[in-house]
């Protein structure tokens, strides 16, 4: 018996913070129309469905782009790396993603310059939390970096999960 899927499955139960980003995008996509929206790491389909993709909480009205490194996953390849957009997109979507990617500042930039003027960029990233999708979990940001990461931008905010001396996770919007 394989016992990381059910510690995984027990540790996401009692953490909960799938709970607490879907609900802080879920109250972000009812303010998105008629845009243009890059989202990074959309992850595998499980039965022909996108179970990780934030898409199902944006209306028809916007424009969604899904995502991810894995080709195998079948979205659009992007790897935030590499990725060459420039003032593309009105929101990008990284969420549960930056902590698997060892150049991290190299990704924040490219995703700076994917946003048009005022755009959004929308992160989750884990606080305390276990090491998952082996060996490519590389961080474990807190709040402090995470502004400093995140400078070129006019406006951030973040928002805690958890105690904050032990935080689950961390939910930012960072407007270009």
């Known amino acids: 018996m394989n016992i990381k899927p059910l510690m995984r ?3 996401f139960h009692i953490i909960r913070t799938r709970q607490f980003n879907d609900k802080c995008i879920k109250q972000f996509a009812k303010t998105i129309h008629n845009k243009k929206i890059l989202e990074l790491g959309s992850g595998k389909r499980i039965r022909g469905k996108c179970k990780y993709s934030s898409k199902k909480f944006f209306d028809k009205s916007n424009k969604f782009i899904c995502s991810d490194i894995n080709k195998k996953f079948g979205h659009n390849v992007i790897d935030a790396t590499k990725m060459k957009l420039n003032k593309e997109f009105d929101v990008v979507l ?3 993603v930056l902590e698997h990617i060892f150049d991290f500042e190299k990704a924040v930039k490219n995703i700076y310059n994917a946003l048009k003027t005022s755009g959004m960029a929308v992160i989750f990233v884990p606080g305390f939390y276990p090491l998952h999708e082996e060996p490519n979990d590389y961080w474990r940001f807190t709040e402090h970096s995470l502004k400093k990461i995140l400078k070129d931008f006019k406006k951030v905010n973040i928002r ?7 935080p689950f996770g961390y939910y930012i919007e960072a407007r270009r």
Not at 160 to 166: A, D, K, L, N
């Open 9 to 11: 499955r027990t540790v």
């Open 94 to 96: 990284c969420l549960s």
């Open 160 to 166: 805690t999960f958890g105690i904050r001396q032990y």
